[in-house]
């Protein structure tokens, strides 16, 4: 039988590879690990003038005759987003989430009387105790597995959580 600590290595040994299948079979047990690939694509759009849509539109072959219905282009004021953006993109870069390694239900304290194991505000270390998914009557505890500051708690209290689901922001320092 698998321990959860190990499942959880190989899990984030698997996330951080370019493997995207992974089977493992001992002592009668079976592990199947399937890994979706996320493709980013990244689309840049140029304004479009009125002058280059009528370009574009004389430039087509005029095999369909068609009624032509002309629609206004305005272009597109983008500079303020794109700063904005941008701005956004650097705080993103070090912000990292925290995942559930397991399906179950999220638990944020040990026992109902305890405080949270972590608040927004927070510093953790790779080894800090975040959290509790409970699985099949087994309450396992969630590591961090990263070092910073909680800036935000996704799930509530008592949740079903899915394997991979975000439980926690965190900005690395």
């Given amino acids: 039988m ?3 600590q190990e499942i959880r290595e190989i899990i984030r040994l698997i996330d951080h590879s370019s493997i995207t299948e992974f089977c493992y079979e001992h002592d009668g047990a079976t592990l199947k690990i399937k890994k979706e690939t996320e ?14 849509a009528e370009q574009q539109v004389q430039e087509q072959p005029k095999a369909l005759d068609a009624p032509k219905q ?3 282009v305005k272009p597109k004021e983008e500079p303020k987003q794109t700063e904005t953006k941008a701005a956004q993109v650097e705080d993103d870069a070090n912000i990292v989430e925290i995942v559930s390694p397991m399906v179950g239900t999220f638990y944020r304290r040990p026992n109902p009387e305890s405080d949270p194991y972590v608040e927004v505000g927070d510093v953790v270390k790779e080894d800090t105790v975040v959290c509790i998914v409970e699985a099949m009557k087994l309450f396992n505890e969630i590591e961090a597995e990263v070092s910073g500051e909680i800036v935000e708690v996704l799930v509530e209290d008592g949740t079903l959580v899915e394997y991979g689901q975000p439980l926690f922001k965190v900005k690395q320092k």
């Fill in 39 to 52: 493709k980013t694509v990244q689309v840049v759009q140029e304004p479009v003038t009125v002058q280059k």
């Fill in 2 to 4: 698998f321990k959860v």
């Fill in 70 to 72: 002309e629609t206004p």
